[in-house]
Each structure stands twice: as structure tokens, then as C-alpha cells.
């Protein structure tokens, strides 16, 4: 993609590196299973077992993930500097501030278009682990929008994880992750997000997961739409470069390179396959009613 020397958004803060895996001791319980849903429902790669591993091996308490924690979710962002200015530290960040701004552009069309106004989301930088509300930040965990706060989680150092360990370099890789995260915020403002935590209350594993399925695909279509939306910024090869990152983070593609077997009832982000088919749904429909086929049954 191509940004020049475009606009960088406002709407950006950075966290210095933080220790530990303390879920905060703001008023109130849930910030723990908020944090543990988001392990599955988060973009990125590493989960449940990782964040497990991590944090006995830090002599934290994992279980605190499951039964809410010690405490709720930490109040503010934790940010140690906010403003366009966060975004100059080096290039993955102002290319992912750029990404940022498109996606404001994008979206506030959109919405405008509807009679709405689209409020965006902050995009939070942290080098290895900072405080979300949602819990603990970890890099493990991959980048992760957390609804509580409407903030995206980022450590950059993904990108380059992206590129080396799943098959997926490019520059529109790296603006597809922001953009999923950017749909799921999309998702919290229609009310899709709020729907889809009240189904799954009261839901099985395997139904709650079908249904985390509809909703990682809607944001990857999401995604397409903006892309869809973003021509001007759009290289020869950089849609490829999208759907090799959406292949590339497919659940079974995942699961048959981490445990040799695949488990369909198990899927939280949808197959490789399918991953790829809702990001150029998304693309070739330019609009979210392109998408909004995956909010059947939420």
C-alpha cells in the first residue's frame, strides 16, 4: 500500500513495557473472562495455551482468566503518550497510524452514508505487555480489540511474526490485521458485538464457537470493504498479499501445524478457506451489506 506523506490519525496512544499479568483492581469483577474470551476471539496467534504457559511461568495465576480475577478491568489506557506524534518512532507504526486514518476515512463515509456518525477506535502501541480493559496485553496473544475501552492492542513485533513464521509478508498483510481489528469495532458500534456475548452466555462450546466463527468473518469482510474503499492506496499484488495473511491463519491451518490434527467443532476464526472468501466478498461487494450475510443468527 501507499500512503506518502498522507494524514496520520489523533486517535493513537503508546504504552511503555509493562511486567506481570495483573487483570487491575478497578471496581468490579469480568475483566479476566473478558480478557480469556478475547484470547479466541482476538486476530492474532498463540492462545489459551500459550497465555496459560506465560503466565505460570511468570508466577501468575491462570485460572484468575476464567473465574474473572482478583479484580475488573483497570481503569483508562494506561498510556504513557498519546497523539500523532506516537506514530513517528519508527515505520511499522506510521505505516499502522496511516492504516488507522484510511479506516477513519473509510468508515466515516460509510456511516455518513447511513445517517450515523462513526466514532473510531484508539490503536494502542506496547512492546511486549501492557494493560487493556480487558485485562492483562500480551504479545502472545496476537493484536486484539478489546470493547470494552474501543481500543485496538498492537505490538508491531507481530508483523515480523507474520512474515517469518506464517508465510505472510507485505505491507497490505499488516493493514489487513489493523483493518479485522478495525471491523470487530465496527461490530461494537451496530451492536453486533454486544448480540453475539449474549448468545453465547448461554450457548454450548461448540454453538458459542460457530457462532465466534460468523463474527471473525464478518470482520474479515469488513476488512475487504475497506480495502474495497481504499483503491487509491492500493498496489498491483497487494490484495494477494491479503489473501495469502487470511490462508495463512485459517483454524485449520493452524491446528494441523501445531497438533497434526484438525478439529472443526473447535474452529473460532474460520478455515483458511473460508477466511479468504469473506476478505474478497468484502472487496469485490465494496459495502457492509456485502457482509451482512455472517450476522445471520447473531
Known amino acids: 500500500m501507499r500512503f506518502d506523506d498522507g ?35 482476538r ?19 491462570p485460572l484468575g482468566l476464567m473465574d474473572g480475577g482478583t479484580g475488573g478491568a483497570p481503569a483508562g489506557s494506561g498510556a504513557d503518550a498519546r497523539g500523532a506524534s506516537v506514530c513517528s518512532a519508527d515505520p511499522a507504526r506510521r505505516f499502522a497510524c496511516q492504516v488507522l486514518t484510511s479506516t477513519e476515512d473509510r468508515w466515516g463515509e460509510l456511516f455518513r452514508a447511513q445517517g450515523a456518525a462513526y466514532r473510531p477506535p484508539t490503536l494502542v502501541f506496547y512492546p511486549g505487555s501492557g494493560v487493556s480493559g480487558c485485562g492483562a496485553a500480551q504479545a502472545a496473544m496476537g493484536p486484539f480489540y478489546c470493547p470494552a475501552d474501543q481500543r485496538i492492542y498492537l505490538d508491531t513485533s ?5 512474515s517469518r513464521r506464517y508465510g505472510a509478508p507485505g505491507d497490505f498483510a499488516q493493514a489487513y490485521v489493523i483493518a479485522h481489528e478495525v471491523g470487530h469495532h465496527v461490530q461494537t458500534l451496530t451492536g453486533a458485538e454486544e448480540r453475539v456475548r449474549r448468545a453465547q452466555a448461554n450457548a454450548s462450546e461448540a454453538e458459542s464457537n460457530a457462532t465466534q466463527v460468523r463474527m471473525e468473518l464478518q470482520a474479515d469482510c469488513y476488512a475487504g470493504v475497506w480495502a474495497a474503499r481504499a483503491q487509491s492506496n492500493m498496489e498491483p499484488g497487494d490484495l494477494e498479499e491479503g489473501m495469502r495473511a487470511a490462508g495463512a491463519i485459517g483454524d485449520d491451518t493452524l491446528q494441523r501445524a501445531s497438533q497434526g490434527v484438525v478439529v472443526p467443532e473447535s474452529f473460532t476464526h474460520g478455515t483458511s478457506a473460508q477466511r479468504q472468501e469473506a476478505l474478497l466478498r468484502g472487496y469485490r461487494g465494496g459495502s457492509p451489506q456485502a457482509c451482512a450475510g455472517y450476522a445471520d443468527g447473531l
Not at 509493562?18 to 478475547?38: K, P, V
Open 7 to 41: 494524514r496520520m490519525s489523533d486517535n493513537v496512544e503508546s504504552q511503555s513495557g509493562r511486567r506481570g499479568f495483573g487483570l487491575g483492581g478497578g471496581g468490579g469483577g469480568g475483566g479476566g473472562a473478558m480478557l480469556f474470551g478475547l484470547v479466541f476471539s
Open 43 to 61: 486476530f492474532g496467534i498463540g492462545g489459551v495455551i500459550v497465555l496459560f504457559v506465560a503466565m505460570l511461568f511468570l508466577g501468575g495465576n
Open 158 to 162: 507481530f508483523f515480523d511474526e507474520l
